[in-house]
């Protein structure tokens, strides 16, 4: 399982500085949707110049002009870039075209999809879905993440959970098994990040080794 740091709501320099103060216990790093709105594929170059070895996302959040989006993206240096699961099926569509060509990948976001559109999307065997309660869900309406309905989403398919992941929470996710486990203000918002970070990384290494005895 692949711990991805999500950096929102800071600059550049605080993101970079946050990443390099966790780097050893992540192995994925996210430009967030907020850095990206606020300083463009700036922030991703950055954070790819930095740490060359890890796989960098883009949370892009791509709902339309998926050609020119992703190839924004994948010059910045950015290896994975989201899409919405509820963007129009061209949109997704050319969101796998365009990183097919580039031989990077997609995350598709499942953010308020329905049970329909979700069924449509599992045509996409390569890229990895994404369950998400977003940040308005989780402070304004009390949203967690719950499994039901995500049916056939299980298997072969690649998941990734976001939303307010903290160490008190992991534990309920783990029966989805997730391959990328996003964790954002858990860790860049605690008192001590390093020790967050720690503390997360120790859980998720402990499900590694339960699943292998
Ligand atoms: O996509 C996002 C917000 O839309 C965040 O990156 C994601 O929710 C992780 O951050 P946090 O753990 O703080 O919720």
């Known amino acids: 399982m692949n711990l991805q ?16 103060r966790v780097s050893p216990y992540i192995d994925w790093i996210e430009a967030g949707t ?13 954070l790819k110049t930095a740490f060359p070895e890890k796989v960098i996302v883009a949370d892009m959040k791509t709902f339309d002009n998926a050609k020119y989006e992703f190839e924004l993206c994948y010059q910045a240096g950015a290896d994975v870039a989201t899409v919405m699961g509820a963007a129009p099926p061209v949109t997704v569509g050319t969101c796998m075209e365009t990183a097919e060509r580039f031989g990077k990948e997609v995350m598709i976001d499942l953010l308020h999809t329905t049970e329909a559109q979700r069924t449509a999307l599992l045509q996409h065997r390569k890229a990895i879905f994404c369950l998400h309660v977003g940040k308005d869900e989780q402070e304004y309406s009390g949203g967690r993440l719950q499994t039901p309905g ?5 298997g072969e398919r690649r998941i990734a959970a976001a939303g307010g992941i903290t160490l008190e929470t992991l534990p309920g996710l783990l029966g989805i098994g997730p391959s990328v486990l996003i964790v954002g203000s858990a860790i860049t918002g605690a008192a001590d990040p390093e020790r967050a970070a720690r503390e997360l990384r120790r859980a998720v290494d402990q499900v590694k080794e339960v699943k292998r005895s």
């Not at 995500?150 to 299980?154: D, I, L, V």
């Open 34 to 46: 907020s850095l990206i709105k606020e300083f463009g594929m700036a922030g991703i170059h950055a």
């Open 5 to 20: 740091l999500a950096l929102d709501r800071m600059s550049i320099p605080e993101a970079v500085a946050m990443a390099e």
């Open 150 to 154: 995500f049916a056939g989403f299980e």
